[in-house]
């Protein structure tokens, strides 16, 4: 049975010239929250066990005479304008991307080979996920701004009591509770995206990075971030929008979605402590950053700019500095 007759043939209406707002409609047929949700359609398609990588590929050859002969990866590092390069991705390619992420164990990226031929696939994932089939792109973010943001989507989540943020960190809580910054530090997700880029070692990364040299380490992350053809700083808009077009060999007009609302939350003071703990991230995610930018994917910036875009960032996602 192919994917037209399991999901009906009258939410697409016929027409499978754009299969990402057809896909879409399944989604708020679903009620699924939020806007641009063909990806998460599909996504859950897969997890429901309603298609399989079969169906998929049967539905692909019906489509595939309307889209980009060119294969894609996302390598959506959180909170770095990802989102908003997924949607145009897909707007451009015309369907939805194949989504995961590396704590979901009911859709395993280590399958994703079985996938290959599916043009867009996006998640916060290891590098080695990606199928080499596919070019990469990826955006960056001044590493202290990151963190913070990433925060304050965990608390707007857990506050509005989608409770698998909790479980995900393995955290009892009641309904009512959200997660308080002092929690956030305590759980130990002020994490460091270079984990993202260890090539070889998507299994046994946590033994690697506490054995190898540095030089090895620097090694494996070049060979990862090799992978990415084009990338942009997240909070370089004209930027994102070249290396979309790049990737996809044409032009793209990028639109922000999942922008964080302001006025929303109460100040939360910085220590000096937070700031230490800060800047050690950063310190991580610039071994990252100094490969990116010794090959050219995006330019280096000097510490007045990181520190100028930190205190932007860290004044309008509610934070006081010290």
């Known amino acids: 049975m192919g994917i037209k007759d399991r999901i009906a043939f009258e939410i697409y209406e016929g027409s499978l010239r754009k ?42 050859r019906q ?4 889209v980009t002969d060119k294969k894609v990866f996302l390598m959506h590092i959180p909170k770095t304008a990802g ?34 031929f599916w043009p867009l696939l996006s998640g916060h994932i290891h590098i080695d996920y990606f199928p080499t089939s596919h070019i990469g792109i990826t955006s960056f973010r001044e590493s202290r701004s990151r963190v913070l943001s990433e925060y304050r989507q965990i608390e707007r989540r857990a506050e509005h009591r989608r409770r698998e943020i909790f479980a995900l960190y393995g ?40 054995t190898a040299s540095p030089a090895q380490i620097r090694s494996s992350i070049e060979a990862g971030i090799k992978r990415i053809q084009e990338a942009a700083w997240s909070h370089d808009p004209v930027a994102l929008e070249s290396a979309t077009s790049n990737i996809l060999g044409i032009p793209v ?29 950063a310190q ?20 007045s700019e990181k520190d100028s875009i930190f205190e932007h960032d860290a004044n309008r996602l509610g934070f006081k500095l010290p």
């Open 19 to 60: 299969p990402a707002t057809a896909i879409g409609k399944y989604s708020l047929r679903r009620g699924l929250l939020g806007k641009n949700n063909a990806y998460r359609a599909l996504y859950l398609l897969f997890k429901d066990g309603k298609i399989t990588a079969e169906d998929l590929q049967q539905y692909y």
């Open 63 to 66: 489509v595939q005479p309307h």
């Open 83 to 116: 989102t908003s390069i997924r949607t145009v991705l897909e707007e451009a390619v015309g369907v939805p991307a194949i989504t995961a992420y590396q704590k979901d164990e009911t859709f395993e990226a280590t399958k994703w080979e079985e996938f290959s």
């Open 171 to 210: 955290k009892a809580t009641k309904d009512e509770e959200s997660m308080s910054w002092s929690e956030f530090k305590k759980l130990g997700l002020l994490h460091t995206l270079y984990w993202y880029f260890t090539a070889g070692h998507r299994d046994d990364w946590q033994n690697f990075i506490s």
């Open 253 to 281: 007009a990028m639109k922000r979605v999942n922008v964080f609302p302001a006025n929303e939350v109460e100040k939360i003071q910085l220590t000096t402590d937070d700031i230490h703990q800060l800047h050690e991230v």
């Open 284 to 303: 991580l995610d610039d071994i990252v950053i100094d490969v990116a930018t010794s090959i050219g994917l995006v330019p280096k910036l000097s510490q």
